[in-house]
């Protein structure tokens, strides 16, 4: 029992790193956190970013329809230890106004623990809305979106995993 709550304190105090750092511009973290912008791109054409730290990346790969460009962010983090890797795709405007056909995120190099999926991130006084259990899959390495089940709006997706950090 006592190992459990370690591990959800690991995971609480990774996610609110990633958090943390996912307001500080790239040029300023950590080289334990890192947060960038790309662009999600519509057209019906598969899109991939990719973004990593030491051994770990986290790749997001899409294809939306609909609109234009919009501005994303993606936070990496390795926690102290190394034991923990996160990776957080969202849109820093709250929600998508994309239709995503499909999406998938991948941590090489972990073995996800957490991830959780929204249709809706927390912004101009909304809060996050995750999308419903059957509409993604969670991986022993990926997070991906269910066929048939998935309703097209995905605005963030947050992963993480547990490294492969061999202990002495």
């Not at 051994?55 to 990496?76: I, R």
């Not at 405007?93 to 991130?121: D, M, P, R, V």
């Amino acid at each position: 029992m006592a190992n459990n709550n370690f591990c959800v304190g690991n995971l609480a105090f990774l996610l609110v790193s990633v958090l943390i750092s996912a307001c500080v511009p790239a040029h300023a973290s950590s080289e334990r956190t890192k947060t960038v912008e790309f662009n999600v791109k519509p057209g019906g054409v598969v899109h991939s970013f990719t973004e990593g730290i030491e051994d770990h990346e986290c790749t997001f790969t899409y294809a939306s329809q609909g609109g234009t460009n919009e501005q994303w962010l993606m936070s990496v983090g390795i926690s102290e230890d190394d034991r923990l890797f996160s990776c957080s795709v969202w849109r820093p405007q709250g929600k998508s106004y994309l239709f995503f056909t499909q999406f998938k995120a991948e941590l090489t190099g972990t073995k996800i623990e957490y991830a959780n999926a929204y249709s809706q991130t927390a912004a101009a006084g909304h809060s996050d809305v995750p999308l419903k259990p059957e509409e993604f899959t969670v991986g022993e390495s990926t997070v991906t979106h269910n066929d048939g089940k998935f309703s097209a709006q995905l605005s963030k997706l947050t992963a993480i995993g547990r490294t492969r950090h061999d202990e002495l």
